[in-house]
């Protein structure tokens, strides 16, 4: 469970900055009466995204009996595309407009998979640069 959290941070923190720079300043969106920035919550959408699709890809995927190539290419399609749908999502509530919406499943998307490269990169127990736990 630590980590899919750390691989969640990651992901939402990489995924907060690019909506950043793709999009700039859209304005606050309205959350539960909160007024949030919008990379803020593309990030916790993204984070939130990543938790799902590793959830999904630990417990139905693995379980299906299947061959191991096959697997991986599951669980890359499923994990691109859950947070890429997040993303979108989120984005879209933000008040990116309707023609943005592939660069916001793709900012998702790839957030997703490059959160999860920099944690295998420099958070990972095994092969990490730092050493968190």
């Known amino acids: 469970m630590k980590e899919t959290l750390l691989k969640a941070l990651s992901s939402g923190v990489i995924g907060g900055i690019a909506t950043t720079v793709l999009f700039g300043d859209a304005g606050a969106i309205s959350v539960f009466n909160m007024d949030l920035n919008p990379a803020l919550v593309s990030g916790l959408a993204i984070g939130v995204g990543s938790v799902a699709s590793d959830l999904v ?3 139905v995927i ?3 009996n299947l061959p191991q190539n096959i697997v991986s ?9 859950l947070s890429g749908i997040a993303a979108s999502v989120a984005l879209s509530l933000a008040g990116v407009p309707t023609a943005n919406l592939m660069k ?3 900012l998702g998307g790839g957030s997703k998979l490059g959160g999860d490269y920099a944690y295998c990169m420099l958070l990972s127990p095994h092969h ?3 050493p968190i736990f």
Do not use: C, K, P, R
């Open 104 to 106: 916001s499943f793709l």
């Open 62 to 64: 693995q379980n299906m």
């Open 128 to 130: 990490g640069m730092i």
């Open 57 to 59: 890809s630990e417990n």
């Open 73 to 81: 290419t599951e669980e890359l399609l499923i994990q691109f595309g």
